[in-house]
């Protein structure tokens, strides 16, 4: 399931119309599904920084499931750095 889920550029804070509680309930009907959370950056920062930020965005969603009260033996969660982007951003943070 893809969210579409907006981050701003180098930053954890996730567009407050996306709600964690909307996933939880979905996963609380189903609890045999399993999950893997992705992480996702832009390419606007270096790529050791940016994977990195995208798998601590990754845990932090899983985590925020988790404390909706879902199992965490059926999530995961991993950061692709800037694999796969939305879209692309120079160095300076303009969009290509």
Excluded: C
Excluded at 7 to 23: E, F, G, L, Q, Y
Excluded at 52 to 79: C, M, P, Y
Aim: cysteine-free.
């Amino acid at each position: 399931m893809s969210s579409g889920v907006a981050i701003k550029s180098r930053s954890m804070s996730m567009d407050p119309t996306w709600t964690r509680a909307d996933v939880a309930a979905i996963l609380k009907a189903y609890p045999q599904v399993e999950v893997k959370i992705g992480g996702y950056t832009d390419n606007s920062a270096d790529g050791n920084y940016n994977l990195k930020l995208s798998q601590d965005r990754a845990n932090a969603a899983l985590t925020q499931i988790v404390d909706l009260g879902i199992d965490r033996s059926g999530l995961a969660a991993e950061g692709y750095g800037e694999r796969h982007p939305s879209r692309q951003r120079d160095r300076r943070g303009t969009s290509a």
